[in-house]
């Protein structure tokens, strides 16, 4: 699929570039139209930086989906699925994919909070939210490959019907051995 949006370039193609982000996004659908577009989108605060009340969150969604976009991405900076799950309904609600990404914060191995458990339970309660696909989303490129294994293994234990979709950025150079 084309990231045809993440959070903050729906707003940079306001204020930067002087376009469209609609515009954009039906053009792209327009010249790929056999190809799955994506965004991601920050939940309860959509592509914006504050949460907004849930019928706004609702309508974005409907519109995104109506305009081309065919797979949102859903996080949660905080982890919180109830800050996710507005989001993720209104997704399914459009026929969509709603792909509900684990933030990784931490070594998993070595922390007492953040440990493989926190990150299984985690996505069993996203795939109880309704998730078509479980991500995770390393942000920071944390992730290490001795704990990519069991990491990978106790979420498919967790919720081993779904597909799971890793996203690092690759800041620590660790993400190309992962």
Not at 135 to 153: N, Q, V
Request: glycine share 6%; aromatic share 10%.
């Amino acid at each position: 699929s084309f990231e045809c949006w993440g959070c903050a370039t729906f707003d940079v193609a306001y204020r930067f570039l002087q376009e469209d982000p609609w515009d954009r996004l039906r053009a792209i659908r327009a010249a790929a139209p056999n190809v799955c577009t994506q965004m991601l989108i920050r939940g309860a605060n959509a592509v914006g930086y504050a949460s907004y009340a849930d019928n706004v969150v609702e309508e974005f969604v409907a519109l995104a989906a109506r305009n081309g976009m065919d797979v949102f991405r859903v996080f949660d900076c905080f982890n919180q699925v109830d800050n996710m799950r507005v989001c993720i309904d209104a997704v399914r609600k459009a026929g969509k994919v709603a792909e509900v990404c684990l933030c990784y914060t931490s070594d998993c191995l070595a922390s007492d909070v953040y440990d493989v458990a926190y990150y299984a339970s985690l996505a069993k309660d996203c795939a109880a939210a309704g998730a078509h696909v479980i991500g995770i989303k390393d942000m920071s490129g944390l992730l290490k490959p001795a704990a990519a294994r069991p990491l990978l293994a106790a979420i498919r234990d967790a919720c081993g019907h779904l597909p799971v979709h890793f996203h690092t950025h690759c800041t620590s150079s660790a993400s190309l051995a992962v």
